[in-house]
């Protein structure tokens, strides 16, 4: 069996996370994704199943707070966060959407509308299981989704990008929006910028959302998070590339890009869960140390 790449095996813990979260009450519930459970591994659809009784959700969620405070809110906040931020881009005339370093999110399959496309990009690995497990639901791989093989640690990644699109339909000079998840801090820095020059090509009126977590942590802990520094940073060394939130607009300029806007814990505590936000005080720790950013492209 080919051993999965480290990157790779952390596509399956966020959608654990998403697959829960649908055992909420509708009122309760931060995201909608009916797919999530489906793309599990058995026993991991087992285990999620399991938390249809509120004890055991409150156990699960609890346990991984113990262990990294905040993760597991800090999650569904943001892919609450994308959910709201690409459907915003469709209803405003965008029809195409391309999600770099997909993993196992369904986010192109719930939010394409009719007439629009996606097209995911992820490491050879990622796209295999993901396709294996659309084809085992019902309406198998939609046909307005593209799964498109790329490692992004490649040389020349904004010339292999941009082929890549081009060969399954992508039109380049049209807008489109952009989403990069919970991938920049596993890229070395060159990655990152090959990934961005790409993204440079980008139309006018295209949108961008992507995640980084504070360099601060990578380089000395702290934030209450000592467990996941010693496994990501110290021990397994798979978080490499980290900001500080006032270096995000200087480096986005560089590459043509204006910062709209950034949201962490603080943001998605008032718009979600405070008392006068959407869920009306639901009691979610949300981690400080990854935050969102939506650019535009001017």
């Not at 966060?81 to 999600?99: C, M, P, W």
């Not at 990622?126 to 198998?140: C, D, E, F, I, T």
């Not at 952009?178 to 070395?188: G, I, N, P």
């Not at 020059?197 to 360099?215: H, M, W």
Request: proline content about 5%; hydrophobic content about 45%.
């Amino acid at each position: 069996m080919t051993r999965r790449p480290a990157a790779a095996q952390t596509a399956l813990g966020p959608m654990v996370i998403a697959a829960v979260e649908q055992y909420e009450p509708p009122g309760r519930r931060l995201i909608e994704d009916g797919l999530a459970a489906g793309l599990l591994p058995v026993a991991a659809r087992a285990a999620v199943r399991a938390c249809r009784w509120k004890a055991v959700r409150a156990w699960m969620a609890g346990a991984s707070d113990r262990r990294a405070p905040g993760v597991w809110g800090g999650v569904l906040c943001r892919k609450r966060y994308a959910d709201d931020k690409v459907a915003e881009a469709f209803g405003a005339g965008i029809e195409q959407l391309v999600v770099l370093g997909a993993g196992l999110d369904t986010r192109a399959c719930r939010l394409t509308p009719p007439g629009g496309r996606a097209y995911e990009l992820d490491l050879p690995v990622n796209v295999a299981g993901k396709r294996q497990g659309l084809r085992a639901l019902p309406g198998g791989v939609p046909e307005r989704v593209r799964l498109i093989e790329v490692d992004f640690e490649t040389a020349e990644l904004a010339d292999v990008l941009t082929t890549a699109l081009a060969v399954h339909g992508f039109e380049a000079d049209r807008p489109a929006v952009f989403v990069w998840e919970a991938v920049t801090q596993y890229l070395s820095d060159e990655a990152v910028h090959a990934a961005l020059a790409f993204l440079s090509r980008a139309a006018p009126g295209s949108r961008l959302l992507f995640t980084y977590v504070l360099a601060d942590f990578l380089h000395s802990g702290g934030h209450g998070a000592a467990a996941l520094h010693e496994e990501f940073v110290t021990k397994r060394r798979v978080w490499r590339f980290g900001l500080a939130p006032d270096e995000v607009g200087a480096l986005l300029g560089r590459y043509g890009w204006i910062e709209r806007e950034q949201v962490g814990s603080a943001e998605y505590r008032h718009r979600y869960l405070a008392p006068a936000g959407e869920l009306a005080g639901r009691e979610l720790t949300v981690s400080d140390l990854e935050r969102f950013v939506e650019a535009v492209k001017p």
